[in-house]
């Protein structure tokens, strides 16, 4: 499992933010997003994966930044949540729908 951060530039971000942030939080088990267009995903799937699936939205003055990352990181002003894709069990129609660490799971993410 692999970290990624993921960042995008849209010239019509309305369009297209929310299609971007359901394969985004698609691609692995995990991720946060500290700025609006800006994220981090661990997946197992290797970048060219990622990007193949996010490229068919993406125009020609769009750009993308898909690059696997190590664990360090400095944030200033904003902060660092990460939360875990459901299971199996919640296929269908909310999958955009996360749940949170509880208790010791949370200080240890």
Known sequence: MRTFLISY?????????SALAE???GSGE??????EQTWYVESSETA??????MSWLLGDEDGLLVQAIGQGSVLT???LRWFRRRGAEAS???????????GDEALAA
């Open 30 to 35: 995990r991720w946060a997003r500290p700025l």
């Open 23 to 25: 394969i985004i939080m």
């Open 48 to 53: 060219e994966d990622i990007e193949a699936k």
């Open 77 to 79: 002003n904003t902060s």
């Open 9 to 17: 530039d849209l010239a019509n971000p309305n369009a297209k933010k």
């Open 92 to 102: 269908g129609a909310h999958q955009n729908v996360v749940t949170f660490p509880a």
